[in-house]
């Protein structure tokens, strides 16, 4: 894997360019609710507004529609682009976060750059903007792998090269799962029969089981991080993906299981954590969906 001048792998992070030039900019906390058109009052390059200002002028999207979800990491908004229909993740600043326990998925990741390392690692404010760097242009590349793969994620719609994703921090764009009036639900908040409720458990124990083929532990998957949209369940939230070189894969994989079990409970299985951990090897041993091919 070609790795870029942090030392991070190319594929996952901006180039340090890009980090020095959000370096001299000041960056603010995205508010959970803001009216539509402030965030496209900034100048170009100052996020969060900037950002929007800079998608829209690079013609990523046309409009900017509703808020949809504010979360602890981010805040999702319905948007519009040459495309069609857009979600449009803007990460929170990493310090203002309410998660900021981000290390235990980054272990066992080489970072040649030693004062990049070092920076990152007493969280600086330069290391803080590389982190955020990381962790956005980490979901890209991710759902690029994912995507490609065949498997059921949205379908990133800026890159698939880290020159192109990694100009759009701190914001993802995807296509939207659903429609604008009626976005894809999560899985935790549908209602399901019991038969669509069998449908879902089994296709999310098989979307666990093809990460899995690839190398990966979604270090957070439950029905919290399940899309339902016409009987199909969809993986989202990608940027903690960890693989077998991190010490903590096992113990992860093990977290994931349970906590899709654990998840499941309202929907009326009563697989136990072990149980799904077992099918979801056993699954993983076997073929994988078809790849995609990327059109140029």
């Not at 020095?20 to 803001?34: A, D, I, L, N």
């Not at 682009?81 to 600043?93: E, F, H, M, N, T």
């Amino acid at each position: 894997m070609r790795a870029g001048r942090s030392g991070w792998p190319a594929d996952e992070l901006a180039d340090e360019d890009t980090f020095e030039r959000r370096r001299k900019t000041r960056t603010r906390r995205p508010q959970g609710r803001r009216r539509l058109e402030d965030l496209t009052a900034g100048e170009t390059g100052t996020p969060p507004e900037g950002v929007i200002r800079f998608l829209l002028d690079r013609g990523h999207i046309t409009e900017v529609v509703a808020e949809l979800k504010s979360g602890k990491e981010a805040t999702a908004y319905v948007a519009r682009g040459p495309r069609g229909s857009v979600l449009l993740k803007l990460y929170r600043d990493l310090e203002a976060r309410s998660f900021k326990q981000d290390g235990v998925y980054r272990e066992g990741q080489v970072i040649l750059d030693k004062r990049a390392a070092r920076a990152m690692q007493a969280r600086s404010r330069k290391g803080l903007e590389m982190l955020q760097a990381g962790w956005v242009c980490a979901e890209y590349a991710h759902l690029w792998h994912l995507w490609r793969a065949g498997l059921n994620v949205p379908e990133p719609l800026v890159g698939p090269e880290p020159t192109e994703y990694g100009q759009t921090v701190p914001a993802v764009l995807m296509r939207l799962i659903g429609s604008e009036d009626h976005p894809a639900p999560r899985l935790s908040d549908a209602r399901l029969s019991p038969a669509e409720a069998h449908s879902a458990w089994q296709q999310a124990v098989q979307g666990m089981a093809d990460l899995l083929r690839l190398g990966y532990a979604h270090g957070d998957y439950s029905t919290y991080n399940l899309l339902w949209w016409e009987n199909t369940v969809i993986l989202i939230d990608f940027p903690q993906l960890t693989t077998r070189q991190n010490p903590n894969f096992q113990q992860l994989l093990r977290r994931d299981a349970e906590s899709l079990a654990t998840s499941f409970r309202r929907h009326g299985l009563t697989e136990s954590g072990e149980q799904t951990l077992r099918e979801v090897q056993r699954r993983a041993a076997g073929p994988g969906p078809t790849p995609r091919v990327l059109l140029p």
